[in-house]
């Protein structure tokens, strides 16, 4: 009996991971290991961002740019610049760390690969997703807070603030509602703001109650 194409999977050497994870796929190995890879993933893209947060700290365009955003805002430059850079560096450390551990979990040697994540190439995903336009700011948003799930609070509000505010984003990724109702105009601000900390906590709330459901 002639067999279409279509029903086989060929796979060469250019392609050869694919192969490994088929068989893991076959032995029933794949699935413990899949949420451990992706999550290693996810921790080196965000060491790519923060990397290069840092070298923009050294980018007179872009150090032009900040200088205007605070301007603007009536901030001061060198206290705010000083912040960023310590708040980043102490972000490369931890996702460092969170590499460091997640390497120590996975046997590398024993799955017969290695993996890599090269900032300059961007990949399609071979999930199926549904066209959907939202705004770039607010899935900013929910990425970071999704990626700091376990901090408290405060501490994603700092950390909002940081990464989103000092690009010019805050104001976009932050409720108008907020701005609206309580006059403010930073995350931190809403968290000690009596009336609109109530929003926040339901706001980070959400992301925790969707982060839990998918892992379950």
């Given at each position: 009996?002639?067999?279409?194409?279509?029903?086989?999977?060929?796979?060469?050497?250019?392609?050869?991971?694919?192969?490994?994870?088929?068989?893991?796929?076959?032995?029933?190995?794949?699935?413990?290991?899949?949420?451990a890879i992706h999550d290693r993933g996810e921790t080196v893209r965000n060491l790519v961002e923060v990397e290069g947060k840092l070298k923009a700290c050294n980018n007179p365009a872009k150090l032009a740019e900040f200088e205007k955003w605070c301007r603007k805002g009536k901030r001061d430059f060198e206290s705010r610049l000083r912040q960023v850079v310590t708040a980043l560096e102490d972000r490369k450390c931890q996702l460092l760390d969170e590499l460091h551990k997640m390497d120590q979990r996975l046997d590398r040697k024993e799955l017969g690969i290695e993996w890599e994540f090269d900032s300059n190439v961007t990949m399609t995903s071979l999930v199926p997703r549904g066209v959907r336009k939202s705004d770039p700011s607010i899935a900013k948003r929910n990425e970071i807070i999704d990626?700091?799930?376990?901090?408290?609070?405060?501490?994603?509000?700092?950390?909002?603030?940081?990464?989103?505010?000092?690009?010019?984003?805050?104001?976009?990724?932050?409720?108008?509602?907020?701005?609206?109702?309580?006059?403010?105009?930073?995350?931190?601000?809403?968290?000690?703001h009596a009336k609109c900390r109530n929003n926040l906590h339901k706001l980070i709330s959400v992301r925790r109650s969707l982060r839990s459901y998918h892992r379950h």
């Amino acid at each position: 009996m002639q067999t279409s194409s279509d029903d086989l999977i060929v796979v060469t050497n250019e392609i050869g991971i694919s192969g490994v994870f088929l068989g893991l796929a076959r032995n029933g190995q794949l699935f413990s290991l899949s949420d451990a890879i992706h999550d290693r993933g996810e921790t080196v893209r965000n060491l790519v961002e923060v990397e290069g947060k840092l070298k923009a700290c050294n980018n007179p365009a872009k150090l032009a740019e900040f200088e205007k955003w605070c301007r603007k805002g009536k901030r001061d430059f060198e206290s705010r610049l000083r912040q960023v850079v310590t708040a980043l560096e102490d972000r490369k450390c931890q996702l460092l760390d969170e590499l460091h551990k997640m390497d120590q979990r996975l046997d590398r040697k024993e799955l017969g690969i290695e993996w890599e994540f090269d900032s300059n190439v961007t990949m399609t995903s071979l999930v199926p997703r549904g066209v959907r336009k939202s705004d770039p700011s607010i899935a900013k948003r929910n990425e970071i807070i999704d990626a700091n799930i376990e901090r408290t609070d405060l501490e994603i509000c700092k950390l909002l603030d940081q990464e989103l505010g000092w690009l010019g984003e805050g104001s976009n990724s932050l409720p108008k509602s907020w701005e609206r109702r309580h006059e403010v105009d930073t995350f931190v601000g809403a968290y000690h703001h009596a009336k609109c900390r109530n929003n926040l906590h339901k706001l980070i709330s959400v992301r925790r109650s969707l982060r839990s459901y998918h892992r379950h």
